[in-house]
Nanobody, 120 residues
Framework: QVRLVESGGGLVQPGGSLRLSCAAS????????MNWYRQAPGKQREFVVR???????NYADSVKGRFTISRDNAKNTVDLQMNSLKPEDTAVYYC??????????????WGQGTQVTVSS
């Protein structure tokens, strides 16, 4: 079983910064993609950014140039540095990780979500 624990959400003023972290633990053999999604009130969950095991990244247009994803393969962690935050970035942010467990089964795990609120 794979468990994800997120941290780092909170309240910030427009133009401010926050850093989210996500740590994966459990019966992990390997991790492929590490992703962040978000869900704003009344809206569907949307893709934010992905980082592959090799370090390739893919950002949603809405966050390009403002958000930066990074990962530590040795620690099975992924961080999301969010700068120049806007009110429309307000959402619950979810970490999502896919890979293979110790018994070689493919898994896709989700974190519990962390609230990010951008407001003056």
């Amino acid at each position: 079983q794979v468990r994800l624990v997120e941290s780092g959400g909170g309240l910030v003023q427009p133009g401010g910064s926050l850093r989210l972290s996500c740590a994966a633990s459990g019966t992990i053999f390997s991790i492929n993609n590490m992703n962040w999604y978000r869900q704003a009130p009344g809206k569907q969950r949307e893709f934010v950014v992905r980082i592959s095991s090799g370090g390739s990244t893919n950002y949603a247009d809405s966050v390009k140039g403002r958000f930066t994803i990074s990962r530590d393969n040795a620690k099975n962690t992924v961080d999301l540095q969010m700068n120049s935050l806007k009110p429309e970035d307000t959402a619950v942010y979810y970490c999502n990780v896919d890979g293979r467990s110790d018994n070689w089964q493919i898994f896709s795990a989700w974190g519990q979500g962390t609230q990010v609120t951008v407001s003056s």
